[in-house]
């Protein structure tokens, strides 16, 4: 079958929703000396670690709530989590993966808080071509 416990054999299956969170666009925007988010140099390299730890800081804060409500991490992409979530705990689910990954232990992890704050964002799909930004409470 193809990847994800959404599909089987080729077939979607129901009851499972794919969520990609990832630090919100309009926190890095005007990072980088006016390069495009597309455009690959040198230039990103510092955001990119950065980012990279953080992504890596959230799957470690995530993994114990994911095995609780029973949910699968699927892959990471750039400063993206994707994740599997089961449909009947989409909206519970959610509201508390923001909330954990706008409170991560940053001092505790890197020995310093970031001085700005990097919120969360997320879409959310049955399939990847059908995600929609989540509008948080």
């Avoid at 954990?100 to 704050?117: E, H, K, M, R, V």
């Amino acid at each position: 079958g193809q990847g994800g416990p959404d599909h089987h054999q080729g077939r979607q299956r129901q009851g499972w929703h794919l969520l990609d969170g990832g630090l919100s666009d309009e926190d890095v925007d005007g990072v980088g000396e006016g390069r495009g988010e597309s455009e690959c140099d040198a230039g990103g390299v510092e955001r990119q670690g950065t980012g990279a730890d953080q992504r890596y800081l959230a799957m470690m804060v995530l993994k114990n709530y994911l095995n609780e409500i029973g949910a699968y991490f699927s892959f990471d992409l750039h400063d993206g989590l994707y994740l599997w979530v089961p449909n009947h705990i989409l909206e519970t689910a959610v509201d508390k993966m923001k909330h954990l990954l706008d409170n991560l232990p940053y001092s505790q992890a890197w020995g310093f808080t970031p001085p700005i704050p990097m919120p969360w964002d997320c879409k959310v799909g049955k399939a990847w071509g059908r995600m929609k930004e989540w509008e948080f409470q």
